[in-house]
């Protein structure tokens, strides 16, 4: 009795050093919750630089996730897919505390996917070479990134996108204030359909985001459209020519960035942000 106890713990410390592989070791023990929901985890990559690691973040994307990427048209598409969500798996499996392919989902009916019995909750988003991830305790997250894109025609999408009261403003702004001011709204948005998990099927011309400001509160209608639910909206630390935000359904105090070292792959930047 005693030889298999010692057995399990064994192989599970060795499965627990395997999962800790793109994580610096002395960062470990600053990606704990610890019990604490009003923090989150944003971790930020620059997909090009893992392109090495493809075979072996193939090994761990389920049978769906591995069809998904065999439909790209291009192989650089492919290998987006495969290193965003190989990734994805290996941080949710330090959380989850799991191998990352023994990682599961499920998704709700409009396709958002859901860590299968665990209370983490997660997101991710990329635009063009970089991605972001988020993890939080307990409440339902949503995070976007937008690469400003100057060739856009943002009157195309002004009616998609803009309140009246939005589009008003957007008409008086200058030329090259338009395009910030697009990107900015549109990540706003974005992350708050993705936190309460219904996407684009919500109209985005119906949140008025305009004013919104870090650790806000703003109400949607719930999936069922019964019922309004409070969302909190917080600005994303992102590098140049990008926008970003997140919306979490509880008003958080730290945002915890965590990136990635180009040469090594592993998250081995940490910096802290307060709200007050």
């Known amino acids: 009795m005693l030889f298999t106890v010692e057995y399990k713990i064994s192989n599970m410390l060795r499965k627990l050093i395997g999962l800790t592989n793109i994580f610096e070791s002395n960062l470990l023990d600053k990606l704990e919750f610890n019990g604490n929901s009003n923090k989150v985890f944003v971790y930020i990559v620059n997909l090009n630089n893992c392109k090495l690691l493809i075979p072996q973040f193939w090994q761990y994307l389920s049978d769906e996730e591995k069809s998904q990427a065999n439909k790209y048209y291009t192989s650089d598409l492919s290998d987006l897919y495969i290193i965003s969500h190989g990734i994805l798996r290996c941080i949710l499996s330090y959380y989850t505390k799991q191998l990352p392919q023994e990682v599961e989902f499920i998704h709700n009916k409009y396709g958002k996917p859901f860590l299968k019995n665990h209370n983490f909750q997660f997101n991710m988003s990329n635009s063009h070479d970089i991605v972001n991830y988020i993890i939080a305790l307990d409440y339902k997250v949503g995070i976007d990134i937008e690469v400003h894109n100057n060739t856009l025609d943002i009157q195309e999408f002004s009616d998609l996108v803009f309140t009246p009261a939005e589009h ?79 919306a979490i359904e509880h008003r958080i105090n730290q945002i915890i960035y965590l990136e990635m070292n180009n040469q090594k792959n592993i998250f081995d930047k940490i910096r802290l942000k307060w709200f007050y």
């Open 168 to 246: 008003e403003f957007f008409t008086v702004l200058e030329a090259k204030e338009r395009l910030e001011f697009f990107y900015n709204l549109w990540t706003k948005k974005e992350s708050l359909i993705k936190a309460c998990g219904q996407g684009l099927s919500y109209p985005l011309n119906t949140i008025e985001a305009m004013t919104l400001s870090s650790g806000e509160k703003i109400f949607l209608d719930n999936e069922d459209n019964k019922l309004k639910q409070e969302w909190y909206y917080f600005p994303l630390e992102v590098v140049s020519n990008y926008s970003g935000a997140i």
